[in-house]
C-alpha cells in the first residue's frame, strides 16, 4: 500500500512527456528509478528509505502493462479518461524484513498480497482534473476494498516544467479496515495490542504537490511531496502512532 502514495505521479510521466512531443508515438515505455520515503506502514511511527524501480508501457490502442497500473486498457470517451486493470496488491509482513516490513506490527501476522480490480476515471473541468478510482479484491478478498476521490490542479506550466497540486480521499470498507487497522482477539493475544474492530469509512486524506521537470522527449525528473492523514477508525487504531503520514519521491524517468 505504500507504492500506492506515489502511483499517481509516476504513472503521469508518460503523459507529460507525449504531450511535449511533436507526434504522440504508437507505443510508449518509461522506465523510472529514484528513492522515496514513506512510513513503514500507514500510521507508523518510523520512516524508510525506499529504493523505487519502476516500468510502464502503453499503447496508443490504450492497452497497457506497468509495475503499478497492473495489466489492463484505457480509453477517453465525451471527454471522460477511464481505465479498467488487474493489478497485484502487494503483502505486510509483521517484522522487518530487508527494506519491508515492520517490527512495530509483531504478532499481528502476514496479510498476504492478491489480485485487485482497479477501475478508474477522469475528467478536465477547466484546468481542474477529478477522478474517481475503486480497488477491488478478487483473491485474498479478506482485503477488503476501497474508492477514491482526487482532484489536481496546475500551478505553473511551461515548456519545461509543470508544477501541480493534488488532493485525494479514500473511503475504506469494514473488510480493508479490519486487515490494516483492526486487531483481533489471536492478534492481541499475540502482539500486546488492545482488540479493536473499526468500521467502514475514510480511511485517508492527502495533500500534495509535485513537480515535473522535462529534460528532453525522452528523460524527464519528477518529484512529489505531501502528507497522508489518517481519518475515522483508521485514526483510532491501536496501530497507529502518528495520524500525519508525511512521503516524499523522486524519480528520474527514461521513455521510449
Given at each position: ?8 505521479f ?16 504508437d ?7 529514484g ?35 497492473g ?55 477547466g ?14 478478498r ?5 474508492v ?18 493534488s ?13 490494516y ?5 489471536a ?65 528520474v524517468?527514461?521513455?521510449?
Amino acid at each position: 500500500m505504500k507504492l500506492a502514495l506515489i502511483a499517481s505521479f509516476i504513472i503521469a510521466t508518460f503523459a507529460a512527456q507525449c504531450a511535449r512531443a511533436a507526434e504522440a508515438p504508437d507505443t510508449i515505455t518509461t522506465v523510472s528509478a529514484g528513492v522515496a520515503v514513506l512510513p513503514e506502514y500507514m500510521g507508523a511511527e518510523k520512516r524508510r528509505v525506499l529504493p523505487v524501480l519502476l516500468v510502464d508501457y502503453q499503447n496508443k490502442n490504450g492497452f497497457f502493462i506497468s509495475s503499478l497500473r497492473g495489466l489492463g486498457y484505457r480509453d477517453k470517451v465525451d471527454g471522460v479518461d477511464w481505465s479498467a486493470a488487474v493489478a497485484w496488491t502487494g503483502y505486510r509482513e509483521d517484522h522487518r524484513r530487508t527494506i519491508f516490513g515492520s517490527d512495530a506490527l509483531k504478532g499481528m501476522g502476514r496479510i498476504d498480497g492478491g489480485l485487485t480490480a482497479k477501475l478508474g476515471a477522469g475528467y478536465h473541468l477547466g484546468p481542474v482534473e477529478l477522478a474517481v478510482d475503486t480497488e477491488l479484491a478478487i483473491s485474498n478478498r479478506e482485503r477488503g476494498n476501497n474508492v477514491g476521490l482526487s482532484a489536481s490542479v496546475p500551478l505553473m506550466t511551461d515548456k519545461s516544467d509543470t508544477v501541480a497540486l493534488s488532493t485525494a480521499i479514500k473511503y475504506a470498507d469494514r473488510k480493508q479496515m479490519q486487515t490494516y487497522y483492526g486487531v483481533t482477539a489471536a492478534q492481541s493475544a499475540r502482539s500486546g495490542y488492545a482488540a479493536y474492530t473499526p468500521k467502514a469509512g475514510v480511511s485517508e486524506v492527502s495533500v500534495g504537490g509535485n513537480w515535473t521537470h522535462v529534460i528532453d522527449a525522452k528523460w524527464s525528473v519528477r518529484s512529489v511531496a505531501g502528507v497522508t492523514r489518517l481519518g475515522g477508525d483508521a485514526a483510532s487504531s491501536p496501530l497507529t502512532k502518528h495520524r500525519n503520514n508525511p512521503f516524499l519521491a523522486s524519480t528520474v524517468n527514461y521513455s521510449f
